[in-house]
């Protein structure tokens, strides 16, 4: 993807996201709108939804506050007018330990997550959140790093849980009906 805009507070615009992160995110975030944790609903692709005005107008706002503070990766979350999809984390406080088990999102984190199985969905959010790098300030560049529904939670690093008070679910983890 890659897009070019002009913004009156930040001038020429390069908004792109790479090839494997579009590949990813088709694996986990676009999966053709099934009611699965993590999934889009509202949106098929990456390109559908950054075709969305309101998407570009937030991202450009959080990128020109982000670029007086000096930061260089960002993300943000957008509250939007209808249902995106079913999020891939709930809070914390909703479950009971016996519906919970250990689980590493990464090498570098470790968290809670529904146990595979369990009938609790994954549930319906009208949250997106975006998470992006700022590589220029003059004519910004911004790559998207990754996109998905639901709240923002942060770097994958340390005790996830503890640090945000979430549960994650797995990615083939039903959500909520509609």
């Not at 000096?70 to 009971?96: C, M």
């Not at 005790?159 to 679910?169: G, H, L, M, Q």
Request: hydrophobic share 35%; charged share 25%.
């Amino acid at each position: 993807m890659h897009l070019v805009i002009q913004s009156k507070d930040l001038g020429r615009v390069t908004v792109t996201m790479r090839e494997e992160t579009k590949q990813r995110l088709a694996t986990t975030c676009f999966r053709g709108g099934k009611n699965l944790a993590g999934n889009f609903s509202q949106w098929e692709n990456a390109e559908k939804l950054f075709a969305e005005e309101d998407v570009i107008q937030a991202l450009l706002a959080d990128a020109n506050q982000a670029m007086q503070e000096r930061s260089s990766t960002n993300s943000f979350s957008i509250n939007w007018r209808t249902p995106v999809g079913w999020s891939g984390t709930d809070d914390f406080k909703k479950y009971s330990q016996k519906d919970l088990t250990n689980y590493n999102p990464n090498r570098r984190s470790s968290a809670l997550r529904v146990r595979i199985g369990h009938q609790l969905p994954a549930p319906r959010t009208d949250i997106l959140t975006i998470v992006y790098e700022i590589t220029q300030r003059v004519n910004p560049g911004i790559i998207i790093h990754t996109i998905y529904p639901g709240r923002d939670i942060g770097e994958l690093e340390g005790k996830i849980t503890d640090r945000e008070n979430v549960v994650f679910f797995d990615w083939n983890h039903p959500g909520a009906l509609p």
